[in-house]
């Protein structure tokens, strides 16, 4: 979903990268409700391979792209909510999983391939 709106451009140049990433932000905190795990991940990842190729040109950032930088990182603390929700819920399902997998433990019984049961009858 990510990476089909916001594919790289293949020039390079501080202009072009921060419009990608403040595309790639915005259109993220728009949609943050409908996203899910995988969505997050592509994210991170497509925003991890601008924010390399934004290091390389960082002799070139003025002022102006600065503001701009300041204005992209404001949508971090909502996505990190969004984030730390997810990795909570999953969290609980596995901790759920646990409880599941302890409780059907305790009614079946330990069974031994080709064994025999002895029936003693009084």
């Known amino acids: 979903m990510i990476e089909q709106h916001a594919e790289p451009v293949r020039e390079d140049s501080v202009t072009s990268l921060l419009d990608q990433l403040q595309f790639l932000s915005e259109e ?3 949609k ?3 996203m899910d795990e ?10 991890q391979q601008l924010t390399e190729r934004l290091i ?4 070139d950032v003025t002022d102006q792209d600065r503001s701009r930088i300041e204005y992209i990182l404001n949508f971090d603390h909502k996505i990190l ?5 997810l990795k909570d819920e999953a969290g609980h399902w596995m901790e759920q999983q646990g409880k599941i997998k302890v409780q059907k433990g ?5 069974y031994t391939a080709n ?6 009858r009084k």
């Open 28 to 30: 993220t905190v728009e």
């Open 32 to 34: 943050l409700d409908e």
């Open 38 to 47: 995988e969505e997050f991940e592509q994210f991170s990842n497509f925003r």
């Open 56 to 59: 390389a040109l960082r002799s």
């Open 81 to 85: 909510l969004r984030m730390q929700a």
């Open 106 to 110: 305790a009614y079946q019984q330990a």
């Open 115 to 120: 064994s025999m049961f002895f029936d003693h």
